[in-house]
C-alpha cells in the first residue's frame, strides 16, 4: 500500500507565500520524479514543477521565478515553496510520485490541497 498525502494549502493575498508538503509513505523501494500539478475549475490539469531523485528541476513557465520545487529524499517528501502569488495561481495542487512498489514501477496521486489566491 502506498499513500501520498498533500498539505499546506489554503488562502492567501495576492503577493504572499505558500509552503506546500507531500509524503509518499508505504511500502516504497525507490522514488525517482516528484511533481506537483495544478487544476483551475474549468481547466485541464497541469505541471507546476518536477524534481527527479538527482535534484533536477522542471518548471512551468507561468511559475519560473516565484515556486521552488525540493524534496527530502530520507523522508520520502516534496516541497513547493510559492512566492509572489497571484490570483491565476488558484487551483487544487495535486502531488505525484514515481516509485517503485514491490518491485513494479507506478505513478500514485495524493488526493490535492486547494491553493486560494483572493485579496
Known amino acids: 500500500q502506498v499513500q501520498v498525502v498533500e498539505s499546506g494549502g489554503g488562502l492567501v493575498q495576492p503577493g504572499g507565500s505558500l509552503r506546500l508538503s507531500c509524503a509518499a509513505s508505504?511500502?516504497?523501494?525507490?522514488?525517482?520524479?516528484m511533481g506537483w500539478y495544478r487544476q483551475a475549475p474549468g481547466k485541464q490539469r497541469e505541471l507546476v514543477a518536477a524534481?527527479?531523485?538527482?535534484?533536477?528541476?522542471n518548471y512551468a513557465d507561468s511559475v519560473k521565478g516565484r515556486f521552488t520545487i525540493s524534496r527530502d529524499n530520507a523522508k520520502n517528501t516534496v516541497y513547493l515553496q510559492m512566492n509572489s502569488l497571484k490570483p491565476e495561481d488558484t487551483a487544487v495542487y495535486y502531488c505525484?510520485?514515481?516509485?517503485?512498489?514491490?518491485?513494479?514501477?507506478?505513478?500514485?496521486w495524493g488526493q490535492g490541497t486547494q491553493v486560494t489566491v483572493s485579496s
Open positions: 505525484n510520485a514515481d516509485l517503485n512498489h514491490y518491485s513494479v514501477r507506478g505513478v500514485y
Open positions: 508505504g511500502s516504497i523501494f525507490s522514488i525517482y520524479t
Open positions: 524534481i527527479t531523485s538527482g535534484g533536477s528541476t
